[in-house]
């Protein structure tokens, strides 16, 4: 079964900087996006930035001018460059990876790292 293995998580103080990445475990043919969501504690997941096929971007409003998605489609791989954190970017990171088949969409999720932004 195909994985989405995350790294890049940790501990970091606010205005800090951190880079997540997140690759398949094995080769996923025609995803049509990859993203990536968090949770914070008590709060419902939410989208943080997506990459489509054609390399268009989209960010949540509180992420923009900070967070910067990149990857490569082909290889099954996506990062997030997260600069200038704040606490309340503290969250459990997940990326999704979105591969139509035939009239449905199938999404893997990583496991999830954690981000923590504190003094």
């Known amino acids: 079964q195909v994985q989405l293995v995350e790294s890049g998580g940790g501990l970091v103080q606010p205005g800090g900087s951190l880079r997540l990445s997140c690759a398949a475990s094995?080769?996923?043919?025609?995803?049509?996006?990859m993203g990536w969501y968090r949770q914070a504690p008590g709060k419902q997941r939410e989208l943080v930035a997506t990459?489509?096929?054609?390399?268009?971007?989209n960010y949540a409003d509180s992420v923009k001018g900070r967070f910067t998605i990149s990857g490569d489609n082909a290889d099954n791989i996506v990062y997030l460059q997260m600069n200038n954190l704040k606490p309340e970017d503290t969250a459990v990171y997940y990326c999704?990876?979105?591969?139509?088949?035939?009239?449905?969409?199938?999404?893997?999720w990583g496991q999830g790292t954690q981000v923590t932004v504190s003094s």
């Open positions: 990459i489509t096929r054609g390399g268009t971007t």
């Open positions: 094995e080769k996923i043919f025609n995803i049509a996006s």
């Open positions: 999704n990876f979105k591969a139509p088949q035939y009239i449905s969409t199938i999404n893997y």
